[in-house]
């Protein structure tokens, strides 16, 4: 059962959910020691994982077979991106993170996907897509910073 936060969102009322159980979760995402831990622990592992916003409980939900580069391309300032860098993180994500800084962020990784070893590149890519849409299908769209990716309004 997910628990509802009730908040207003542009002159009227939204139903926010709780984040689903995580399997690990980061804080103090503006110590770059954070950081590279998060990017050590789960190197070489498919994982789905939300970044959250502390202060208005918006998520990003995001995948990834390779954490260590995706964490380094949402978390690292957008100043210090190359523009192609720059285009491979979600901008809603990155506006807020400008706007309340990162310290306000934390990272909830909510699974590590199993992925054979005798998988292909695009069957490990579309298992991890599947996953990926489960957790952004427990999300009302008007909690997600990756609008584009959520299929069903709720």
């Known amino acids: 059962m997910r628990k509802v936060i009730t908040r207003t969102v542009s002159g009227r009322f ?10 690990a979760y980061y804080l103090h995402l503006d110590n770059p020691q954070q950081i590279a831990r998060l990017c050590n622990r789960f190197m070489g592992q498919g994982i789905v994982y ?14 990834s077979l390779n954490p260590s580069l995706r964490f380094q391309m949402h978390l690292t300032p957008k100043s210090q991106l190359s523009p192609n860098q720059r285009d491979n993180s979600n901008t809603h994500l990155q506006m807020a993170i400008s706007k309340y800084g990162l310290g306000r962020f934390k990272v909830l990784v909510f699974e ?4 054979p070893v005798d998988n292909t590149y ?23 910073y990756n609008k584009i990716n959520s299929r069903a309004s709720k």
Request: glycine share 4%; proline share 6%.
């Open 50 to 63: 939300g970044i959250c916003n502390q202060v208005n409980q918006m998520i990003y939900i995001g995948s």
């Open 14 to 23: 939204a139903r926010f959910v709780r984040p689903p159980k995580d399997v």
């Open 122 to 144: 695009m069957e490990k890519q579309e298992r991890l897509r599947i996953a990926e849409q489960r957790y952004i299908d427990h999300f009302p769209k008007v909690q997600l």
């Open 112 to 115: 590590v996907v199993d992925l």
